[in-house]
């Protein structure tokens, strides 16, 4: 009885440690060299509002912890040093015996500077669903609400990363120093996705315009061709399908009505 007993309590930690992880953290990844050495890191998890943690990595040190209503949340205040090198940030989370470590990416400052634009530059402006079909393949993908109709104006044509990365020289060709894109992150709503302006992950190019590294290469294949490009990033709103409006850090944590209130867009 008593190593039945031993047994059931050993197979109940082992599920409660199992059960517990960490879902996201966002930023996922932050830079050295930064001229502002702060930086914030949403955590979220179940109940990972109720551990402490701490970080282990040399020129890096935690400064506050906030913590909010929901306890799946927790936000860490870190403070990145111009002494720390790139390399994993070891932070461990820890309720009593119940430790968790999560491996945090510090990256090397980008060694390319920054080109800013002025009243010289003729800025080409593009919907990146409109412009050009480059990986008809990624055009409809599983797991994402609204596929391709090319024959529906307001949904989804398949233009991506890879049309525009194709076709650089011809917009060089008309005169222009630089691509302003549209918004290009995932938005995984139900329809009027073309746009993209309702972004459910603020992190993550749309897997039907392609992925994180098909927009680095698009960035340093600009530059090779001579052209600036400039993100058009959306700071104020989100989509209605963001990963946040499933369980809200707090109940003010984005301005809303009770029942559903028309703006003036």
Do not use: C
């Not at 040093?81 to 999560?102: D, Q, W």
């Not at 090397?108 to 402006?125: M, Q, R, T, W």
């Not at 650089?168 to 995984?188: H, M, Q, R, S, V």
Request: negative net charge.
């Amino acid at each position: 009885l008593r190593f039945r007993a031993l047994f059931l309590l050993i197979a109940v930690f082992s599920s409660i440690v199992s059960a517990q992880k960490i879902d996201r953290v966002e930023p996922p990844s932050w830079f050295t060299g930064m001229k502002e050495t702060a930086i914030q890191l949403m955590v979220y998890g179940k109940e990972i509002g109720s551990f402490d943690v701490t970080a282990d990595y040399a020129g890096v040190k935690i400064t506050t912890l906030v913590k909010t209503e929901n306890p799946n949340y927790l936000f860490i205040n870190l403070d990145i040093s111009g002494k720390a090198l790139p390399g994993e940030i070891k932070l461990t989370f820890a309720r009593g015996k119940l430790k968790l470590t999560y491996n945090y990416p510090l990256l090397a400052h980008p060694s390319e500077s920054a080109k800013g634009f002025n009243a010289s530059d003729v800025i080409y402006l593009l919907m990146p669903d409109r412009f050009a079909n480059g990986d008809p393949a990624n055009d409809n993908v599983a797991g994402m609400l609204e596929q391709v109709n090319r024959s529906n104006p307001n949904g989804r044509h398949g233009g991506d990363l890879k049309g525009i990365s194709d076709h650089l020289d011809y917009i060089k060709d008309l005169g222009a120093t630089g691509i302003w894109l549209n918004p290009f992150l995932e938005n995984n709503q139900p329809a009027f996705s073309y746009h993209g302006y309702s972004i459910t992950d603020l992190y993550h190019v749309d897997p039907r315009y392609g992925s994180n590294e098909d927009f680095k290469n698009l960035v340093s294949k600009a530059h090779n061709t001579g052209l600036k490009l400039v993100m058009d990033m959306i700071f104020n709103h989100i989509g209605s399908g963001h990963w946040w409006m499933k369980d809200l850090p707090s109940a003010d944590w984005v301005h809303q009505f009770s029942e559903l209130t028309r703006t003036n867009y």
